[in-house]
């Protein structure tokens, strides 16, 4: 994974006002008291009126890389291109469309077209259509291998945002929880625009390996009030003298203490996840604690076969033992152990997502690694379960809890990222 990396230089950015004038005008104010008590509300960076929004644009791709149909539509008038040129267009709305495509010979119901990139740009006021979903912005049609076709959605920041919160967390959760995970989740995104720079043609997923989107169809009132209300903050630490954007990770419930951000990746050391922050407000989560999940031993193999090359070389699975753990239990490295005598080592948050990645029935409910491992004869039992999803950074649940305790948005966040500091970009 990419360094966190200092501010300037953002890719597609160019709107984005000066960091560093912001960033000494917009520091919130002295950390929360020890653990995590609500205190007197920092102030918070002053808004800008709505005028000066500046917002990047994200390119979110929709659904999997390489779907072998799209359908798309539009509400209202539309221009559709083909590298460029035009090769539909009109005032009224675009009805459904099946699109597909081999080599760059692409499909549009009757209609076939040559080219490689497709862009269907709707007139003001009407929005695209992909797959049953409404959203903001324009939409691209893109190659992948013969017949495959990315679809991704390029749209204003700030309404990606809106489509996130909306998916993200319950309705009836407190507005501060909203705005706290707007922050984090601006943050996680530009971070993402600026180191994928132009590797490839998106930015996130809209699915839970970046985070849950819906676009406008997802939208809500309490969405948008709180990416409103946190319109351009993001979070940076220090490093050098100098404020570095991180990842901004989060999850449902992290169990009682948050992990640091080396369970799910080869991460260099950033103080706000660097983990090991105590949370019992998660506590109402159902998956707070979860009962004893046990997998038998073949479909484990399975399912590590089917993702990793190295596991190849594995005739079975006889055992899984703890390489490493936190300081308080959690798994970080297992070792895969087979009957000829051979091991691999995975990282215990990838063992889990192959599990699920596969479909295994006996591994739904295994919600996260911070759990406890013991073999049995011919499977594995994982127990003592805690938590939902990986555990870094902000806990959804604790911050919900939080809110309703009375903390504001930013303590929320100065919890769950001690370290970092809350400025504005645009």
């Known amino acids: 994974m990419n360094p966190p990396m200092p501010p300037n230089g953002l890719k597609r950015l160019a709107a984005i006002v000066s960091w560093v004038a912001l960033a000494v005008a917009g520091v919130v104010g002295p950390g929360v008291p020890s653990g995590c008590r609500p205190s007197t509300p920092a102030p918070e960076p002053q808004l800008l009126p709505p005028s000066a929004h500046a917002a990047a644009t994200i390119r979110v791709l929709l659904g999997p890389n390489a779907a072998q149909r799209v359908t798309v539509a539009t509400t209202g008038g539309y221009r559709l291109r083909l590298d460029g040129r035009v090769v539909s267009e009109s005032d009224g709305p675009l009805g459904p469309t099946t699109v597909s495509r081999n080599g760059q010979t692409w499909q549009f119901n009757e209609m076939t077209a040559s080219g490689r990139q497709v862009s269907l740009e709707p007139s003001p006021g009407s929005f695209v259509r992909c797959n049953?979903?409404?959203?903001?912005?324009?939409?691209?049609?893109?190659?992948?291998?013969e017949r495959g076709i990315g679809a991704i959605n390029h749209v204003n920041l700030e309404s990606y945002l809106a489509g996130v919160l909306a998916k993200e967390l319950y309705p009836s959760w407190?507005?501060?929880?909203?705005?706290?995970?707007?922050?984090?989740?601006?943050?996680?995104?530009?971070?993402?625009?600026?180191?994928?720079?132009?590797?490839?043609?998106?930015?996130?997923?809209?699915?839970?390996?970046?985070?849950?989107?819906?676009?406008?169809?997802?939208?809500t009132l309490r969405a948008w009030d709180a990416v409103r209300a946190t319109a351009g903050q993001i979070l940076v630490c220090e490093r050098d003298g100098k404020d570095w954007l991180f990842m901004a990770q989060y999850s449902s419930c992290c169990g009682g203490t948050t992990n640091g951000a080396e369970v799910i990746r080869n991460a260099p050391h950033v103080v706000?996840?660097?983990?090991?922050?105590?949370?019992?407000?998660?506590?109402?989560?159902?998956?707070?604690?979860?009962?004893?999940?046990?997998?038998?031993?073949?479909?484990?193999?399975?399912?590590?076969?089917?993702?990793?090359?190295?596991?190849?070389?594995?005739?079975?699975?006889?055992?899984?033992?703890v390489a490493s753990q936190t300081p308080y239990g959690r798994a970080v490295w297992v070792d895969v152990f087979a009957p000829n005598g051979l091991s691999v080592r995975i990282r215990a948050e990838d063992l889990r997502l192959a599990l699920l990645r596969s479909g295994t029935p006996s591994a739904a409910g295994?919600?996260?690694?911070?759990?406890?491992?013991?073999?049995?004869?011919q499977a594995v039992e994982f127990y003592d379960g805690?938590?939902?999803?990986?555990?870094?950074?902000l806990?959804?649940?604790?911050?919900?809890?939080k809110a309703n305790k009375g903390f504001s948005a930013g303590q929320i966040?100065?919890?769950?990222?001690?370290?970092?500091?809350?400025i504005r970009v645009y």
């Open 132 to 145: 049953g979903a409404t959203y903001r912005g324009s939409l691209r049609l893109v190659g992948r291998r």
């Open 174 to 219: 407190h507005a501060e929880a909203y705005r706290a995970l707007a922050v984090a989740a601006r943050t996680f995104a530009i971070y993402h625009i600026k180191t994928g720079g132009e590797t490839r043609d998106y930015d996130v997923t809209d699915g839970q390996s970046s985070q849950v989107y819906g676009g406008l169809s997802a939208e």
């Open 272 to 321: 706000p996840l660097a983990g090991g922050v105590q949370c019992d407000d998660c506590a109402g989560s159902s998956r707070y604690r979860w009962p004893a999940v046990r997998v038998e031993n073949s479909d484990i193999f399975a399912a590590l076969t089917r993702t990793y090359r190295a596991a190849r070389t594995l005739d079975g699975v006889e055992r899984i033992e």
């Open 366 to 377: 295994l919600y996260s690694m911070n759990c406890k491992i013991r073999n049995l004869p």
């Open 386 to 393: 805690r938590g939902f999803g990986h555990g870094v950074g």
């Open 395 to 401: 806990c959804q649940w604790g911050a919900a809890a």
């Open 413 to 422: 966040l100065r919890c769950y990222y001690p370290g970092a500091k809350l």
